[in-house]
């Protein structure tokens, strides 16, 4: 077995796939663990430029009807039904999630770095195609019916807790301040910070570990495990991308770090707290380790960014009960 | 059950009523303790005055409903012109007929805040977010209230 610094085991083996440069073929065979360290690994001390990683964004997309769902509608027949739940409770975040992080981008193209405006046309139609993933996935073999996406949305709505509307509707009013003051550079701090720091960076990340986890110990779902780490994939460059920016409007105005650590609190102080008992054991896992592993991808984010948290934060850290959703 | 007109002053003492009433048992049954217990202390921290503002409400003003809220607890209401709000209010929602109508009728409260059906016009926006829950059930709660509505 080998540990991850994420703190997972998983048998030895060796690497044949290179995550960097493999096709979606290839990424259905990646071990989500090498993804989410591929997401810290910039490959220098500073994180990638913008055109580096649209330029890698043109080589890694992915076509989203190219996958085959028929292996995994007879698969999903067969897992027991609280295991189905829980796998519900956690992925219809994630289905919500990449709803609301397409529709939410739009504001925030107009007071960032010209070359960050490229890469976030790229990242804006990635996640498009994330939003078409999961409504394929549900459509196709949870078997949720709907003649829009909206629709369907609707019928996965039942497993998301009441809690998801803590960071979600927290970036959809952050959106609406952009989008009235699209250069207030403390909102696109906190936009930032909610979104590729927060929700992509440690909310997504988790629960694509989680989730693909599973799948892969119980030899399950083969074109969900596919599609999903390609989209981990596609965030690792999202979050290297925003976390640039933070970066860069940190080295610009230091002063910025206090909307970074306000949004955080507030983002905090919503992950106190849950609304309903997610069954982790079904799928392998126990509140304990999602709440370390969440922590783990919080300070991972930051360390990227430059920025330690305060004591006060980091108790809050210590004590979160996190919504698992992303986008 | 008797109905109430929207915005009315008899539906804005009902509003009153709702919000301190809270949630039902059975709301109650269906979530976790700790999130009541969270919500608890979101209210035991508010001291705030909300508006609710209706943006194209038939027969015009007044058509925002201000909310007195002492530790939580609505203790005043009345309902002013939206062009008053601003200056008053700790934090401003404001939403289209159309959208408040939904609501009333029983769309998820959750999913007109993540939805953006009703906007923060007014109000630091990350403090609003620190009661997020305790918003999202009070308007919850706001559905009880008998209401006669318009097309």
Known sequence: MTVTSSGSTRPLQARPVDVDTTDLEGIGKVDIDDVIEYVHDTGATELPGYLHLYRKYLKQRWDVYDLDFTQDREDWIGIDEQAKRSFLQIASGFHHGERQVEVELAPFFFGIPEEYKVFLSSHLEDEARHTIFFDRFYREVVGMEGETILDVLDGSYQYISETFVGPFGLLSYLTDELRRNPYDRHRSMQYATAYMLWIEGVLALAVMKITLGYARDAKVLPAYTTGFTATCRDEARHVQAGMRYIRELLDDEPSLVKDLFETLRTLLIMSSTSSAYVMYEAIGWTEERVRSLLAHQLERKLKLVGVELPEDLQEMVDKMDPVLAGG | ?151
């Open chain 2, 1 to 151: 059950m008797a109905t109430t007109r929207f915005f009315s002053p008899e539906w804005a003492e009902a509003a009153r009523a709702a919000w301190n009433a809270g949630p039902s048992e059975e709301v109650k049954d269906r979530k976790l303790q700790k999130y009541w217990d969270w919500i608890d202390d979101a209210r035991n921290r508010t001291d705030a005055i909300l508006g609710l503002a209706v943006d194209d409400l038939p027969g015009g003003e007044p058509d925002c409903l201000l909310l007195h809220l002492e530790k939580g607890v609505c203790t005043y209401v009345e309902l002013v012109p939206r062009s008053e709000a601003e200056a008053r209010t700790t934090y401003l929602l404001t939403g289209s007929y159309a959208d408040w109508r939904d609501l009333m009728d029983g769309y998820d409260a959750g999913k007109t805040i993540m939805y953006r059906k009703l906007r923060l016009e007014h109000g630091e926006l990350l403090d609003f977010f620190k009661g997020a829950y305790l918003w999202t059930e009070s308007l919850a709660c706001l559905q009880k209230i008998p209401t006669e509505l318009g097309s």
